[in-house]
């Protein structure tokens, strides 16, 4: 059974990125209201990891993952994978570095993988969400999914998050690599795409782009929807009175559509910082509430 079998189950996906962890006045930003009835995540993602030019100095956004301002979120994603949701680090993003630094040769691929497995093994994650927003070779990337294959089993979560247009045009693309000749070397290794409808890449205000990486021969049960959910995060913004008529129709076309994922977490409209978790609320309304019957 590959890895994109195993998961079938779980569709629609509901993944909600948890990069802001803290407040202005650095209080902790809990992610345990998530675990509320009448909310059905299913896939919390960690962001930021990145591999610095030192590579046992790995971060977590700007601090060290073990700093102590960090206890309280450890402590609460423990808690959500004993509540069965499954919980994965993003590595890399907007901040360059991490990925150049993995496509070395195979030496210097060592000096940074192995601080990498060491980490992601010491914090249990489900998987790795790896968010290429800088050149890497397609043999760079093969090379890094082969290794955690190897290293953590076919139950180990690997997503990709490219910008949506690069699952239509290869050259409309932040990665370097195409993700269709990805998909045709390790397609049974990758569970899903965050794909990202936001920040003049995609539109997801309709179905059209999704319809048509369909009809090009994408997989929905891979593709998930990625979307801001607050204007303040990033422009793309769709209001719910616009989305829901979107997620009807995704829903309805694709009997196994992938699901949808929220950049970020800790402003989600409509709760916005009060209340972040009535996006995933509302989503799992829309997607998921077989779940709670």
């Not at 423990?78 to 150049?100: I, R």
């Not at 290293?151 to 269709?180: E, R």
């Not at 209001?239 to 929220?262: D, I, N, Q, Y």
Request: proline content about 5%; hydrophobic content about 40%.
């Amino acid at each position: 059974m590959t890895q994109a079998d195993a998961l079938k189950d779980v569709l629609p996906r509901l993944v909600v990125y948890y990069q802001t962890h803290h407040d202005k006045s650095d209080k902790p930003i809990s992610i345990l209201p998530l675990l509320q009835p009448g909310i059905s995540v299913s896939h919390v993602i960690l962001a930021a990891i990145h591999i610095n030019e030192d590579p046992n100095a790995i971060t977590l956004n700007d601090h060290a993952p073990d700093h102590q301002r960090n206890s309280t979120l450890w402590s609460e994603l423990s808690t959500l994978q004993a509540c069965e949701v499954k919980v994965m680090g993003m590595l890399g993003g907007a901040a360059k570095g991490s990925y150049a630094r993995l496509d070395g040769s195979d030496k210097q691929f060592e000096q940074y993988y192995v601080p990498l497995r060491d980490f992601v093994r010491q914090r249990n994650f489900d998987g790795l969400d790896l968010c290429v927003e800088e050149k890497m070779s397609l043999s760079g990337i093969l090379r890094l999914i082969d290794r955690l294959k190897s290293d953590f089993g076919q139950d180990f979560i690997i997503s990709l998050a490219p910008v949506a247009a690069a699952m239509l045009d290869p050259t409309k693309n932040l990665s370097g690599f195409s993700y269709m000749d990805l998909e045709s070397a390790r397609g049974s290794d990758i569970a899903w795409y965050n794909m990202q409808f936001y920040c003049g890449w995609g539109d997801i205000s309709n179905t059209y782009m999704y319809d048509f990486m369909v009809q090009m021969g994408w997989n929905p049960e891979k593709l998930v929807v990625g979307m801001v959910t607050n204007p303040e995060t990033g422009s793309g913004f769709v209001p719910w009175e616009a989305l829901s008529p979107v997620l009807f129709s995704l829903t309805r076309k694709h009997r196994r559509f992938g699901g949808v994922m929220c950049w970020e977490y800790f402003n989600s409209l409509p709760g916005d910082i009060h209340q972040p978790w009535e996006w995933a609320r509302n989503m799992t309304l829309h997607i998921r509430s077989a779940d709670l019957i």
